[in-house]
């Protein structure tokens, strides 16, 4: 019954139904408003610690470090401090280390490679709140060999990081001309109190869980988009490798983090259209309903499965708490053109997230698959030239206005 209102496309890896679009579109990011103000976490800038002995900053961030394969450390230079954090950069021999091997040389120009550090003060959030306040988050920036670009695309990865079938898709952006920012999600400095990780007993302390969470979402996402924002800084990153139009492209947790993610660089760089790639919205929601196992999802879980009294005290405590993951921004992020990639069976987002971020979205051009969340990801290679249209066609890279 469904399928007789939709249009099937049978070839490339598999089946694919379109829903095409309702959301409204936009000829110019500069014509959208500015985000909602959701109160975003503070943030403290401190320089780097000195070797006591020398006075020599030392080649890595306090508290994060970076390995190669064969687990040898990485050396990082001290860029400088940012309104948002520390920006620190790989050697010339470091860029992109076995982060983007899958990508063929041949199509990038040029490659940096950054971390931003950011760490929050004790009373945002409370210190009654155990989180790890000191993430940092790591941004490629690479120009295509043909030159000049003809736009860039951030693209925010998967928890899984950037995997080969993302790394496939990036280099079909490269191959389209487009500078290609890609970040993974943040990663949290290992902590006494915490040991880098948020530890949640839903079952036995919901509400304490929802605000514990609440406070893990809001530090996380910040990190993310504060983090991407001081990389955009053109006292980081020369601001002719970065031509507009922008399109801001999420992949699984990228996907979810997105729209806090627009509003934090729309001043900087405005987004003009987004793809999201198995995505969903609620955190909350997510949480409670995904088949993901918490190591999946870089915390600890404590506790049975919690019951409905208890879930629904964590939801309340959570929702009254968060700042970032607000439903407003997810609205404004909607006033430009959106494609969604939907796994139909994926149960690491669950269908009520998924059908719930399709709404505050307004129904936008929807590409459905018959498959779940890893699914999609294998199928995303063969449906990489796809998008790309669907990207130029919407940017009106091809002169059709």
Do not use: K
Not at 97 to 123: E, M, Q, Y
Not at 163 to 189: H, K, R
Not at 300 to 322: H, L, M, Q
Not at 352 to 374: F, Q
Request: glycine share 8%; aromatic share 6%; net charge negative.
């Amino acid at each position: 019954m469904l399928l007789t209102s939709l249009s099937v496309i049978l070839g490339g890896p598999g089946c694919r139904s379109v829903r095409p679009a309702a959301n409204p579109s936009v000829a110019d990011a500069d014509s959208l408003p500015s985000p909602p103000d959701v109160g975003w976490p503070a943030r403290i800038s401190n320089p780097p610690r000195r070797n006591p002995a020398d006075g020599r900053i030392p080649d890595h961030p306090d508290g994060i470090g970076v390995e190669r394969a064969d687990g040898s450390p990485i050396t990082m230079e001290f860029v400088g401090l940012h309104p948002h954090g520390e920006v620190w950069a790989f050697g010339e021999d470091e860029t992109g280390v076995n982060w983007i091997a899958d990508i063929d040389p041949a199509l990038i120009r040029s490659t940096r490679s950054f971390i931003v550090v950011t760490t929050a003060p004790t009373d945002d959030p409370p210190e009654t709140l155990a989180v790890p306040r000191r993430r940092a988050i790591d941004a490629i920036v690479l120009t295509p060999a043909a030159q000049p670009p003809v736009g860039t695309a951030i693209v925010m990865s998967s928890l899984a990081r950037q995997t080969p079938p993302e790394q496939a898709f990036m280099a079909d952006l490269l191959a389209a001309g487009f500078t290609v920012i890609t970040s993974a999600p943040p990663v949290n400095a290992i902590d006494e109190r915490t040991g880098g990780r948020t530890t949640l007993d839903i079952a036995d302390a919901p509400e304490i869980a929802g605000r514990l969470f609440a406070a893990e979402v809001d530090l996380a996402f910040a990190a993310w988009a504060d983090g991407l924002d001081a990389i955009l800084d053109a006292s980081f990153v020369d601001v002719g490798t970065l031509p507009r139009p922008a399109v801001l492209i999420g992949v699984s947790s990228g996907a979810v983090a997105a729209p806090v993610v627009a509003a934090r660089l729309h001043e900087t760089m405005p987004i003009e259209a987004a793809v999201l790639i198995a995505g969903g919205a609620d955190l909350d929601t997510i949480l409670l309903e995904t088949t993901l196992d918490p190591e999946d999802l870089r915390l600890t879980r404590r506790g049975p499965r919690p019951d409905a009294t208890a879930a629904e005290t964590f939801r309340r405590a959570y929702r009254t708490s968060v700042r970032l993951d607000d439903p407003s921004l997810t609205n404004w992020f909607a006033l430009r053109p959106i494609l969604l990639l939907e796994g139909g069976f994926d149960t690491a987002i669950p269908a009520t997230a998924r059908a719930t971020m399709d709404e505050r979205l307004g129904r936008p051009e929807r590409w459905w698959y018959p498959t779940g969340h890893y699914g999609l990801f294998v199928l995303l290679p063969g449906e990489g030239d796809a998008i790309v249209r669907w990207i130029r066609r919407t940017l009106d890279l091809d002169g059709s206005s």
